[in-house]
């Protein structure tokens, strides 16, 4: 049972021009999601966060959006750049202070020059 | 400020034997989780402690078990360790902010 579903396994864009990578989610009780990105040999770095109570969130470059009635998210990275080519990770979280996190799959983005 | 610290980083193992793995936090946090991370599974929950106490529990057998210090440091033991558990672990720590966690670099656990 597969509660955080990322459904492309990769995605390929050009240098400049908009990443946009989705995530799904099944458990209506999740209420924090966020974004971790993962180069090879080293673990997942946090990138941006969003709470349920909001539908947008920006951080320079990197923006997530939420749509809670069709309990999907997305993350848009725009300008792409060559660094951006990692590894990345919708996950969500049930609250309550706790740590434990559902991650998807995760999703390849490959950027090219 | 130094990040998680894991060690060892790469070990390999027989079948049955068993492993611990350690996990240093980031100074000033209190919470340490450890993940799993294998091609097929992705990343999975194992466990999460906070201040010596065990606040969630992954579906993983009994074999898999963890402790944390008065320091905040952490140890995760798998005793009779089969093939299945070769993978990634990862120990992550937080202040207190929800989900957002710092991971270290992972131990990488190959059993034969």
């Known amino acids: 049972d597969q509660q955080v579903k990322q459904n492309s396994p990769s995605l390929s864009v050009q240098e400049g021009r908009i990443s946009i990578l989705n995530c799904d989610y099944t458990n209506s009780m999740f209420d924090y999601f966020l974004w971790y990105k993962k180069y090879p040999a080293e673990g997942p770095t946090f990138l941006i966060s969003?709470?349920?109570?909001?539908d947008k969130n920006e951080d320079g470059r990197f923006t997530v959006f939420l749509n809670k009635s069709a309990k999907h998210l997305s993350l848009h990275i725009v300008p792409s750049q060559p660094g951006d080519s990692a590894v990345y990770f919708c996950?969500?979280?049930?609250?309550?202070?706790?740590?434990?996190?559902?991650f998807g799959q995760g999703t390849r983005l490959t950027i090219n020059p | 400020k130094a990040g998680v610290t894991q060690t060892p980083r790469y070990l390999i193992k027989t079948r049955g034997q068993q492993v611990t793995l350690s996990c240093s936090p980031i100074?000033?946090?209190?919470?340490v989780s450890w993940y799993q991370q294998t091609p097929g599974q992705g990343l999975q929950f194992l466990f999460e402690?906070?201040?010596?106490?065990?606040?969630n529990k992954g579906n993983f057998p009994g074999r898999f078990s963890g402790r944390q210090f008065s320091n905040s440091r952490s140890e995760m033991n798998v005793s009779t360790l089969e093939l299945g558990d070769s993978a990634l672990y990862l120990c992550?720590?937080?202040?207190?902010?929800?989900?957002?966690?710092?991971f270290g670099e992972g131990s990488r656990l190959t059993v034969l």
């Open positions: 402690y906070f201040s010596e106490t065990q606040r």
């Open positions: 996950a969500a979280s049930a609250g309550g202070g706790a740590q434990k996190l559902v």
């Open positions: 100074s000033g946090h209190r919470s």
């Open positions: 992550a720590s937080s202040f207190f902010a929800p989900g957002e966690l710092f």
């Open positions: 969003i709470s349920s109570i909001k």
